[in-house]
């Protein structure tokens, strides 16, 4: 039987404070009464199996999980009544991670709430206080690392933010696992690694409003939801513990296509060289399928891989040694917060993902309005949005940005809130990655409010690519390079292939980094640029990105200026205090930037606009090692002997394959 709950033991806590960008303007007025997402760490502290069913009474403040989401004060949980079935076995020395979202302020920061735990006819129910404060000290990046081709990660490297008045010593961290995938609730302890951490700064010291981290060599880790804990110590001496619960999945960049599957006379795209070869050429690497016949089990997938990313059922198919490396997640729900006219609660949108937690298949949901995607926070895995800034559907209200001195248009939305956007859903769903759909050639978007052209120009992809990169994700999905769709706006092919070359030059500092800064720098009172700092062991990356652009009155296009003298001042985490090289890269090559280390910042003098790029290298060799990948990229673009951005010949074979299509 097992004993009941007096034995458990509340080790930890885990606050994502609710945040809604400002600057986001909506029809409906939005409510900035913010709540937060909070975990729970349960450890079983008795020497028996704790049973906890599904049919528990647990409550806070007085009530039930269900009554706390009838009354509309959560927006999901996942504590034992949502799980129903077996009950959850904690042997001793376990622990298990509960969940819930808070709507609003009453379940905000500052607040604090009492966790009944009991059953009828089992004695006193045990009562734990929960203080939901808002944290100074937090894991505000955890990614897992691999090498070669294998789908487990064997390294994991997180950040931590220090908030405090003072420094803090990185002292060691474990994981918590269960023993295998079915019992994935119930997480035992793993020893503790503190010899085994590449720490950074050097000795551990983060010092106050500061970021740091380590990097720690796990050997293969199993493909489960894990709790993190590392432990800390303030300059006193007293202990200080973060903790995060997530699901351990090798992070790897993706470059998707979209909906790369569509019907091709009697056949499928993905039997199409030509179009595979276009994809690859643009460094694409996954896409919004499953298996395809005559593609998925041929050849062709061996020579375009293309990872999954769908509904991927039946889940013996995919959740296998040989086709996890293929997988890069499982996403069905569509944009649930409209849910075709009638929103997907987020706790439907939990059930649905559910079935999945005893899998190695890691979950993702597209997000899609920023005014109400907090509520979603948590549901998945690895979430990602989609927000568009010309000429498509969008939830936010264009014509109510007042962003060129009362010049209001219809056709666009200001290209800056797509960092807006990628920003908060990275702080909401910390330390998880995150990812973004971003605007490409699509064929079904027509102009509107004046605009004749129905996707973005060159630049406005650019644009709106290096907004969500510069905030910090760590995969990238077009929307959407359909064979139809490329054959529509072939001007945008090889644009979106210098960004899918560049992301492929730099993705180790993307996977590897952490958001430490973000700037908007005005000139003569008008914006000017935005700057952000990608930090991490390697090192950073530096990203200016223009915002002197302006709506041209005629094409209805937005417009930027010739490249201008500029000098930017971007800070430095201060295990980077003393790089070793710094210089700025782009799809072409690698150039030398006049710059001037000191007091924790760097200053670079350069002449450009849109999107300047620089890499402050750690160490010496980085400058070698990412020119020598870049000429490796150029050379597997060529060797594909397929280029319909610069063969005309090449383009005229896609467009003859679109017409067949639509016959």
Known sequence: MGVWAASLSLDGVHVVPHLQSPEMQYRKKPDFSLGARVEVYLRNTSTEVVVIPASADIRLRGRTPEELLQTDEWAWHDLPSAWGGEPLRLPPGAMTVWSWNGKRAEWGTNTQTELAVGLPGMGEADRMQVRIDSPDVWLSAVTFLGTGTHAQPDSLLFHVANRTSGPLRLEACRLWLPEKNDTWRALKAQPWLSNRLDRFPTGGFIPANQRGGARVDTGRLPLTYAALEVRLSDAGGKPVTVWTHQRIKREVFDISGGWVASKLGSSNTLHAEPYLQTLSRMHINAGMHEHVPGYSDSPLFEKYPLKYMNRLQPVARYDSDSMLPRIHAVEFLG????????PVSPQ????????YAPTRLPTSVTLSEERVWRFYAGVSDYPHYDAYRVTAPSPDAWGQYDRWGGQRIRWGAPLETICEMSRSLRELSRPRPVAYWS???????????????????????RLQAYHALASRITSLYWFNLSLRSLVAFPDLIE?????????RMLENYC???????HERVLRDGKLDWDLDVVAGPRGALLFALDLAYTPDPEEHVFKFGPPREATFLFPLPAYLRAPAEIFRVDADGITQVQHQVSGGFVEIRDRVSRAAIYVVAAKTGERARIETLRQVLIARENALGFDPAGTPADLAVLQEMARTAEK
Not at 348 to 354: E, G, I, P, Q
Not at 439 to 461: C, I, L, M, N
């Open 335 to 342: 944009e649930p917060q409209y849910g075709g006219g009638k």
């Open 439 to 461: 605007q490409g050639a699509h064929h079904g978007w027509r102009g509107y409010g004046g605009r004749k052209r129905g996707s973005p120009t060159p630049d406005e992809v």
């Open 348 to 355: 439907d949108c939990w059930k649905a993902f559910a079935p």
């Open 511 to 517: 996977l590897e980094g952490d958001a430490t800064s």
């Open 495 to 503: 644009p979106m292939t210098r960004v899918g070359r560049e992301i």
